[in-house]
């Protein structure tokens, strides 16, 4: 791992990934590989989690694509110099601000959206003129050996390499030196990540995770609401970090959310032979999610195959904050139902809590809305939809508090692996002698009448 990170380094600073027109190459490159392997990258996702090619190219490619033309179109504007006023105290002077690459990247990814979850934040770091190790999830190890494949084939190890392993691996690479480490897993791996980068003081994004509630109010569209909600939550059966975790429902429309819920669940047909479910990652994370689940509380499904991985979209309900489910993320297709009379009770409940990755407020009333938006903090989230908010680039996408630490996507990755650097320009022709010594009566009254 040292080795590896010394050749980085040295590359690095040959300047060569500074310049604009290599990014943009590399980009182009990533792009090329990417869309020439389609279908192996297909198979291989197909291989970890009967996923079909249909929502691996629209929940993950499609996505990297986008970030990858973005990237190329814009990279030159994100990189120019930019002009800033300067003060008073240093007249007569120019001020800008350069951004420059941090160095050497490290980045974890993680395996629920293996390719995306790894590759956005691989394309930013480019973007920012960046050299790259990426430690893709071992979990799925299909996913994981196509990525290394591509890139180690394809890319010079002393810029973009791909390190596969476990925690062994893992471990040996957070005890490296590097510029940027970015991170995408859960917030108990989170603070082993944000400990070992504190050792060597590095920077990081931490894309974590939480219980990301979703409101159902008394004055929403129930239909249009249940429907958005329950493609939201079972995508990718619940393996999603900024997935509805729980519904809280007006007591109002409690049975009839439920009954449309049960309605849109079976009309969607969520099987892997319909190309619109997946297994769950490994025996050990469905035991977990089958754990979660309180026979005396279930209102539809929880029927599951230990030997396939599959667990059926499930739905609990009079559900309390006590319960077992409520306890941790889900990170599966078990949807618990909590109902309120008073808003504001609701709100209060939440906000007892660590801050959400996401949050989804169901309304049509603005006063409603701006409430929720006002009183929660969390990460991202949409309202009168789910999921969808991290399609838009333009708005960024991360955690705040134990949900996460930084953002990324379209400029907010470039920033993310970028130093703004602050420079002065001062010409000599003039110089005053206010600041120099001696100490005067008269200089300190200037200073005054100057800057007050």
Same mark, same amino acid.
């Given at each position: 791992?040292?080795?590896?990170?010394?050749?980085?380094?040295?590359?690095?600073?040959?300047?060569?990934?500074?310049?604009?027109?290599?990014?943009?190459?590399?980009?182009?490159?990533?792009?090329?590989?990417?869309?020439?392997?389609?279908?192996?990258?297909?198979?291989?996702?197909?291989?970890?989690?009967?996923?079909?090619?249909?929502?691996?190219?629209?929940?993950?490619?499609?996505?990297?694509?986008?970030?990858?033309?973005?990237?190329?179109?814009?990279?030159?504007?994100?990189?120019?110099?930019?002009?800033?006023?300067?003060?008073?105290?240093?007249?007569?002077?120019?001020?800008?601000?350069?951004?420059?690459?941090?160095?050497?990247?490290?980045?974890?990814?993680?395996?629920?959206?293996?390719?995306?979850?790894?590759?956005?934040? #691989?394309? +930013?770091?480019?973007?920012?003129?960046? =050299?790259?190790? /990426?430690?893709?999830?071992?979990?799925? *190890?299909? $996913?994981? !050996?196509?990525?290394?494949?591509?890139?180690?084939?394809?890319?010079?190890?002393?810029?973009?390499?791909?390190?596969?392993?476990?925690?062994?691996?893992?471990?040996?690479?957070?005890?490296?030196?590097?510029?940027?480490?970015?991170?995408?897993?859960?917030?108990?791996?989170?603070?082993?990540?944000?400990? #070992?980068? +504190?050792?060597?003081?590095?920077?990081? =994004?931490?894309? /974590?995770?939480?219980?990301?509630?979703? *409101?159902? $109010?008394? !004055?929403?569209?129930?239909?249009?609401?249940?429907?958005?909600?329950?493609?939201?939550?079972?995508?990718?059966?619940?393996?999603?970090?900024?997935?509805?975790?729980?519904?809280?429902?007006?007591?109002?429309?409690?049975?009839?959310?439920?009954?449309?819920a049960k309605k849109e669940i079976e009309a969607s047909n969520f099987l892997i032979e319909a190309d619109n479910y997946v297994q769950i990652i490994n025996q050990k994370n469905l035991e977990r999610l089958l754990a979660l689940i309180d026979t005396d509380k279930l209102f539809y499904g929880g029927k599951h195959d230990i030997e396939n991985r599959l667990l059926s979209p499930t739905i609990m309900t009079d559900v309390t904050f006590e319960d077992k489910v409520m306890q941790d993320e889900i990170f599966g297709p078990i949807l618990p139902v909590l109902e309120y009379d008073n808003l504001e009770d609701i709100l209060q409940q939440i906000k007892l809590r660590p801050k959400p990755l996401s949050c989804y407020v169901f309304t049509n009333d603005n006063k409603t809305k701006q409430k929720v938006l006002n009183e929660i903090s969390f990460g991202g989230g949409a309202i009168n939809d789910a999921l969808m908010h991290i399609t838009n680039s333009n708005m960024g996408f991360g955690g705040v508090g134990e949900s996460g630490i930084g953002s990324y996507h379209g400029e907010y990755g470039f920033k993310a692996f970028s130093h703004y650097k602050g420079v002065l320009d001062k010409p000599t022709w003039l110089e005053p002698s206010i600041k120099y010594y001696p100490h005067t009566n008269f200089k300190l009254k200037l200073i005054k009448l100057l800057f007050g």
């Amino acid at each position: 791992m040292q080795e590896l990170v010394d050749l980085q380094k040295t590359f690095f600073n040959t300047n060569a990934s500074k310049d604009i027109r290599f990014r943009i190459a590399q980009l182009k490159k990533l792009q090329s590989l990417l869309k020439a392997n389609e279908e192996v990258l297909h198979r291989a996702i197909y291989a970890d989690f009967k996923k079909s090619a249909f929502e691996n190219y629209t929940a993950e490619l499609s996505l990297l694509y986008h970030d990858i033309q973005q990237a190329i179109k814009k990279v030159k504007k994100w990189s120019a110099v930019k002009r800033v006023k300067t003060n008073l105290a240093n007249f007569p002077a120019k001020s800008y601000i350069i951004p420059e690459p941090l160095g050497v990247t490290l980045i974890i990814g993680a395996w629920n959206y293996p390719y995306q979850l790894s590759l956005a934040p #691989a394309i +930013a770091a480019i973007a920012a003129g960046n =050299t790259v190790i /990426l430690k893709p999830s071992e979990l799925p *190890i299909h $996913t994981s !050996n196509a990525m290394a494949k591509l890139i180690n084939e394809n890319f010079d190890p002393s810029f973009f390499k791909v390190v596969e392993g476990g925690v062994p691996e893992t471990s040996a690479l957070l005890k490296q030196a590097f510029d940027k480490i970015f991170f995408t897993g859960s917030v108990q791996v989170g603070k082993i990540v944000y400990q #070992a980068a +504190a050792k060597n003081l590095i920077p990081v =994004t931490l894309e /974590l995770g939480g219980k990301s509630p979703a *409101i159902i $109010t008394e !004055n929403c569209d129930l239909k249009v609401s249940v429907k958005r909600l329950i493609w939201a939550k079972f995508l990718n059966a619940g393996q999603t970090c900024i997935a509805p975790d729980y519904v809280v429902v007006h007591a109002s429309k409690k049975a009839e959310f439920l009954a449309l819920a049960k309605k849109e669940i079976e009309a969607s047909n969520f099987l892997i032979e319909a190309d619109n479910y997946v297994q769950i990652i490994n025996q050990k994370n469905l035991e977990r999610l089958l754990a979660l689940i309180d026979t005396d509380k279930l209102f539809y499904g929880g029927k599951h195959d230990i030997e396939n991985r599959l667990l059926s979209p499930t739905i609990m309900t009079d559900v309390t904050f006590e319960d077992k489910v409520m306890q941790d993320e889900i990170f599966g297709p078990i949807l618990p139902v909590l109902e309120y009379d008073n808003l504001e009770d609701i709100l209060q409940q939440i906000k007892l809590r660590p801050k959400p990755l996401s949050c989804y407020v169901f309304t049509n009333d603005n006063k409603t809305k701006q409430k929720v938006l006002n009183e929660i903090s969390f990460g991202g989230g949409a309202i009168n939809d789910a999921l969808m908010h991290i399609t838009n680039s333009n708005m960024g996408f991360g955690g705040v508090g134990e949900s996460g630490i930084g953002s990324y996507h379209g400029e907010y990755g470039f920033k993310a692996f970028s130093h703004y650097k602050g420079v002065l320009d001062k010409p000599t022709w003039l110089e005053p002698s206010i600041k120099y010594y001696p100490h005067t009566n008269f200089k300190l009254k200037l200073i005054k009448l100057l800057f007050g």
